[in-house]
């Protein structure tokens, strides 16, 4: 079974509207972590924001916030205002805490076009 | 600082030849991990390491092997180069996740191999 499942292969959005690109994980540990990242066509991969299983309050940094639902194991990426730069592949990432490897497992990713 | 760097960038390899990926990092982190990435597909995990000297197979290590002599590099090596391992290969480093820090992994810019 996949332990991180994005469903949206590609997205389009309008330039300075909000767009939620989706993310649901599976795991029985209770140690967790949800990385989101982005990689533009240049190919690196950009950290963009972290949430934490146990965090209380759902993770935001500048226009990137997640909307962290715990009972429903989703962990969906919220861009505000989006720009043309943001048009990337985006990749939700689960870590568990008991795997001492501490590896990420990725999605397969969504890619977002944000049309002028 | 140049955080995360990858050699060669691009490689074209004939099957059954051998060859070696770099990855430095400059961070003074104890993890590095070797990831591909497919068309269609997230990051898998290839091998690990938690320190000097250590390596640990990830998800899909047929192929490969690693070596981790000094901490700050983790090579990667393929003995005998087959078409399946055409891919982008992406080296991360991270310092080890503790407490309430996350520690994102950091990741080089990747490794464009063809093998024909």
């Known amino acids: 079974a996949q332990k991180i499942t994005q469903t949206q292969p590609g997205m389009f959005v309008q330039e300075k509207e909000a767009v939620t690109l989706d993310c649901t994980y599976d795991?029985?540990?209770?140690?967790?972590?949800l990385f989101w990242y982005k990689q533009p066509s240049s190919g690196e991969m950009i950290f963009l924001i972290y949430?934490?299983?146990?965090?209380?309050q759902n993770a935001t940094e500048g226009r990137y916030s997640l909307n962290f639902q715990k009972a429903r194991k989703s962990a969906n990426l919220v861009i505000s205002a989006s720009q043309l730069g943001d048009s990337a592949m985006y990749f939700c990432?689960?870590?568990?805490?008991?795997?001492?490897?501490?590896?990420?497992?990725f999605g397969s990713g969504t890619r977002l076009l944000v049309r002028p | 600082n140049a955080g995360v760097t990858q050699t060669p960038k691009f490689r074209v390899l004939k099957t059954g030849q051998s060859m070696t990926l770099l990855c430095a990092q400059d961070?003074?982190?104890?993890?590095m991990y070797w990831y591909r990435q497919d068309p269609g597909m997230g990051l898998r995990l290839i091998h690990y390491?938690?320190?000097?000297?250590?390596?640990a197979k990830g998800e899909v290590p047929d192929g490969y092997n690693v070596s981790r002599l000094k901490k700050q590099n983790f090579l990667l090596g393929l003995e005998s180069a087959a078409p399946s391992q055409t891919s982008v290969y992406f080296c991360?480093?991270?310092?080890?996740?503790?407490?309430?820090?996350?520690?994102?992994?950091?990741f080089g810019p990747g490794t464009r191999l063809t093998v024909l």
């Open positions: 990432a689960m870590r568990e805490g008991l795997d001492s490897s501490y590896k990420l497992i």
């Open positions: 949430q934490g299983s146990y965090d209380q």
């Open positions: 961070m003074n982190h104890e993890y």
């Open positions: 795991t029985s540990d209770p140690s967790y972590g």
């Open positions: 991360a480093s991270s310092l080890r996740p503790s407490g309430s820090s996350y520690n994102e992994q950091f």
């Open positions: 390491s938690v320190g000097e000297g250590t390596t």
